[in-house]
């Protein structure tokens, strides 16, 4: 029964629609066009008998009304009169016509531009009224656009004098009406003013309305056109004097015509620009509508400031150029775009430049026989008419626009991969998407499971509820649960939320796999990925951790563990031996390492260990059973077994002190244990000299990276005696020195070690061979017996081509000194790079400048290079000049290499000769100079210029002695050269 019931109740509703909706809105329009076309109309009445009158102009005003009427009788008769915009009086008269046979007759003077009217009658020239658009007196009245006179009790024939003016294109007629017909015409004018104006006002405030609600500023702009329209159509009409049945003030309608024909001008090109705005740019022609834009400005203005019949024809002319520029866009419009709504909207514009063409024409030609039926109420009612058009089409369209995006957005809703959701104010799902589903399981919006809770750890809903109420949007992780196994077992999600109202809306996102690989990237951004300790990063940030104020009282070990001759394994075996071997050391010491301890890979072989909260005696032991541990059993790789040891160096962290620094004293302690043989630790405890000195080596590193300018260097020289010419010659090296901000004497090893690994060397080589250079520039008159000055030159400054550059444009700007000046170049450097050493060898002597080999001997000498260094000393390594004669193979090799160099065209030094018996061996083998303790220490640059040579610095009169038996004249390799002469 029940069934059955539904289907009669579904039919009969469809029927009742089908009724209201399509039935009776058809029946309705059907019987409208039928009581068009047959019945009688309601306000039927005879048309008005329009009468001769005659016309006299009155430009000055100066004449009277009996002037007038005596001036009138000359004038012709004529059936209406235009004004031409011209607002002067004038003066016209007619006679009374017979009455009418049913009633009183009347005459009227219909025309809306009427605002003043005076009339006389009789020989007597008997007042009869006066009237304008506010007061009316005597037998003059109001009829329709404009005015009336009663004829009653006047004898026919009797002319009638009358005074009119006119404001704008106005036209003047006399009609003669039978009172009844007359007051059916008004009623009629009064019932189509009241059902325009209200019908218009009506759909004004239903599209504002409309406007409110859809907050749509394209609609509120239509509203208004639309009064702006219905005030120029009353305008047109004449019925402009009244707004919502209340009459408007004389002032306000004056000023108000030019300013309502303005208004409507600037709205409708503004609602154009607002209504097409997304179809405007295709169509291209955008500087026309600016144009048109700051036409509307121009003409507000001179709507206020121009006299209104100056103002018409130029709204005449802005508004016929307007409209044309707006049926050309429109045209562009609805081919381009094939819009419906250019197309009503062009209609609309359409109309009302045809009505307002028409009337301009007409006011110009008397065209009076169309007035009554085409004029601009008709063009107000059909523009209105076919704009509401347009603007239902644009909703129609923009409807259509929604639908679509709703589906669109519901099929993106149900399709997209993120999971979506709403929550009640309890925290209850609400609504999800299948992506939600599919991350939550299939029960996430039953009853009972469908809490927030229910899916997350941690209390996911008390955050949730913090986070919104701390910001607009949430944004965060959360964990799946893994205590229920119908849920997702051990997913993350990141979850995204914002309150709508008082729900909570968001997304829930699977990054399972991106928090796994972040936290794998967050790993290996701090370990090491083949052994999985830490690596560099994370051992810097641990160390820096525990230097942190909150742990100054605690003490802190740490050590440098380095595996000895490791290298041997990749070599031998390959790197895949090699990084097993790495595990399983690493693993060893994690098994001695107790808690809160860390292991960190910061090189190849090379590991560091950090002992918080550790003194140094339980650190040592520590140490000794990681020793213990790597060395005692061998590491099996497969088949392979390997015996590893290494060598810790252990140290007490000082509090205060940086994490570099403390890696660096650690490095220095293990490099110590591996120069021990039979034991691989080595402890530097806080007061030992070691741990100090290495302590001052890093200060002064820190004091020498401070600024580009170095305090407390200085030189100091050391002479260079003739072994040929002692007495002649006056030779010498420079020497660097420094003073710490004590005033303590840095050692000069200490200070090249500290330069080379804190990268500061090329700026003291820089410094030194500056000064060099300018003492030697000033002291030029005072060198006369100096053949050569001896500087040395690090490696590391060698290899930086800014720094040769620096020393190419130092030679120029030295040049008259330069020949005098000798570099020295270590063998290991100059053996480095080769082709680089001989490209600056050469560099130097095209300033004539020397260049001397220095420590020959000490490393792997080839002497196959000398050949290819064109140098001009060479310099024995101190190593074997000491004590040589106590080692004959030491006088052999030196007597070797002087040979070798007199061959090669180079003259020869001996450095550290220390007692005169070296001397003496050293000039019997022939080497050409000597330098040493046994000649002179180093000295400032004021005290070795006091000598005239450098044997006069010699304290031994023995050596002394001797030194002058020996001495022979000979010709000098390097005796001073004739100017625009080189040495080479």
């Known amino acids: 029964m029940q069934p059955h019931w539904r289907r009669w109740h579904g039919a009969l509703e469809h029927a009742l629609s089908g009724l209201l909706i399509f039935a009776l809105p058809c029946a309705m329009l059907v019987l409208s066009v039928l009581a ?99 007061h009316q007196q005597g037998r003059l009245f109001d009829s329709q656009a404009g005015f009336g006179l009663r004829l009653q009790d006047l004898v026919p024939g009797m002319q009638v004098l009358c005074q009119a003016q006119l404001i704008g294109p106005g036209r003047l007629t006399v009609q003669q009406w039978d009172e009844s017909a007359l007051r059916t015409a008004t009623r009629a004018f009064e019932r189509n003013a009241g059902l325009l104006e209200g019908g218009i006002v009506l759909l004004a405030v239903f599209v504002f309305i409309t406007a409110l609600i859809n907050r749509n500023s394209t609609y509120v702009l239509f509203a208004v056109w639309l009064l702006i329209n219905l005030r120029a159509g009353a305008l047109s009409a004449g019925w402009d004097v009244q707004w919502l049945g209340h009459n408007v003030p004389a002032e306000w309608l004056i000023q108000g015509r030019p300013i309502t024909l303005a208004l409507l001008y600037v709205v409708t090109i503004m ?213 229920d196994p119908q849920l997702p077992q051990g997913r993350r999600f990141l979850v995204k939320a914002s309150r709508a109202g008082e729900r909570i809306e968001g997304s829930l996102q699977d990054v399972t796999e991106r928090a796994l690989a972040t936290e794998r990237l967050q790993f290996l951004a701090n370990h090491d990925p083949l052994t999985q300790v830490l690596n560099r990063n994370g051992v810097q940030a641990e160390l820096e951790r525990a230097l942190q104020p909150a742990g100054q009282d605690l003490a802190l070990a740490l050590a440098y563990l380095d595996l000895d001759r490791f290298k041997l394994i990749n070599d031998m075996f390959g790197h895949s031996a090699g990084d097993e071997v790495l595990r399983q050391v690493c693993s060893r010491v994690d098994e001695v390492l107790q808690g809160g301890m860390h292991l960190g890979r910061v090189g190849g072989d090379e590991f560091v260990i950090l002992m918080p909260n550790t003194h140094l005696a339980d650190a ?30 252990l140290i007490e962290v000082v509090r205060g002190s940086s994490a570099k620094d403390a890696v660096s004293t650690a490095d220095r302690a293990c490099r110590e244990a591996k120069k021990k ?69 840095v ?29 030697m520039r000033e002291q030029h008159g005072r ?9 040395n030159l690090s490696g590391a400054s060698l290899n930086d081509e800014r720094f040769v550059q620096d020393v190419v444009r130092m030679l120029a700007q030295y040049a008259d000194v330069a020949p005098r000046l000798c570099l020295e170049i270590t063998e290991s450097v100059a053996l480095h790079d080769l082709e680089n050493t001989r490209r600056f060898i050469a560099q130097v002597h095209g300033f004539g400048a020397k260049v001397a080999l220095d420590d020959f001997g000490a490393g792997y000498t080839s002497f196959s290079y000398l050949k290819e260094l064109r140098g001009d000393l060479l310099k024995i390594d101190g190593g074997f000049i000491v004590n040589m004669n106590e080692h004959p193979a030491n006088v052999a090799i030196v007597e070797a290499i002087v040979g070798l160099a007199r061959n090669l065209g180079m003259k020869t030094i ?22 040493g303790f046994a000649i002179a220490r180093s000295q400032p640059p004021e005290s070795l210029l006091r000598m005239r040579s450098s044997a006069d610095f010699v304290a031994d009169a023995d050596l002394l002695h001797y030194l002058l038996l020996q001495a022979w004249p000979a010709p000098s390799l390097f005796s001073d050269p004739k100017p625009g002469q080189s040495t080479h």
């Open 36 to 134: 068009l076309q047959t019945w009688a109309p309601r306000y039927a009445h005879d048309a008005p008998l329009r009468l001769p009158m005659r016309v006299l102009e009155d430009s000055d005003a100066q004449l009277t009304a009996e002037t007038a009427r005596t001036a009138l009788e000359h004038q012709p008769q004529v059936l209406l009169r235009d004004t031409h915009l011209a607002e002067a009086p004038f003066w016209f008269s007619f006679s009374v016509p017979p009455p009418g046979l049913d009633s009183p007759s009347v005459v009227e003077f219909p025309s809306r531009h009427l605002v003043r009217l005076a009339c006389w009658g009789g020989r007597q020239l008997d007042s009869l009224g006066e009237a304008d658009r506010v």
């Open 747 to 775: 050692h000069t090893t200490r200070l090249i070690t500290a330069a080379e690994n804190s990268g500061r060397m090329g700026v003291i080589d820089r410094w030194v061979l500056r000064q060099t250079l300018a003492w």
């Open 271 to 483: 609602l154009f620009c607002s209504l097409f705005r997304e179809e405007l740019p295709k169509v291209g022609f955008r500087p026309l509508l600016n144009l048109m834009q700051w036409s509307c400005a121009l003409l507000l203005v001179l709507s206020v400031t121009l006299p209104y019949a100056q103002f018409l024809p130029l709204i005449w002319l802005f508004t016929a150029i307007g409209s044309l520029v707006l049926v050309f866009f429109l045209v562009r419009i609805v081919v381009i775009t094939r819009s419906t709504v250019a197309a009503w909207y062009g209609a609309s514009i359409g109309v009302t430049l045809l009505a307002s063409g028409y009337e301009v024409v007409a006011a110009a030609f008397g065209l009076q026989t169309w007035i009554g039926s085409v004029n601009s109420v008709t063009a107000a009612l059909s523009s209105s008419l076919l704009a509401t058009m347009a603007i239902a089409a644009q909703m129609r369209q923009e409807h259509r626009q929604r639908v679509q995006a709703q589906a669109e957005l519901e099929h993106t809703y149900n399709v997209i991969p993120l999971g979506l959701f709403t929550l009640d104010p309890q925290g209850h799902f609400i609504a999800a998407n299948p992506a939600l589903h599919a991350a939550l399981g299939p029960a996430v919006l039953v009853p009972g499971r469908d809490h927030w809770d229910h899916y997350f750890d941690d209390t996911p809903w008390q955050r949730l509820l913090h986070s919104l109420n701390a910001q607009p949007v949430a944004e965060f992780e959360v964990r799946g649960r893994t205590d």
């Open 783 to 791: 060198l006369k017996h100096t053949r050569f000055i001896c500087m």
């Open 620 to 649: 040592t032991l520590i140490c000794q059973d990681i020793v213990s541990s790597l060395g005692n059993r061998p590491y099996r790789v497969g088949d392979l077994s390997f015996q590893v040891h290494g060598s810790v160096g």
């Open 677 to 745: 043989r039979g034991s691989h630790l080595v402890v530097f405890e806080r007061d030992s000299c070691v741990f100090q000195e290495h302590e001052a080596e890093i200060r002064l590193a820190g004091l020498l990276s401070g600024s580009d300018e170095i305090e407390g260097l200085y030189l100091e020289m050391q002479p260079i005696m003739s072994l040929k010419e002692p007495h002649h010659s006056l030779n010498f090296e420079v020497l660097l020195r420094m003073r710490d901000p004590e005033g303590q004497e």
């Open 910 to 931: 001996a450095e550290w000769a220390e007692d005169s018996a070296t001397v003496q061996t050293l000039a019997e083998i022939g080497v050409d100079y000597v330098q």
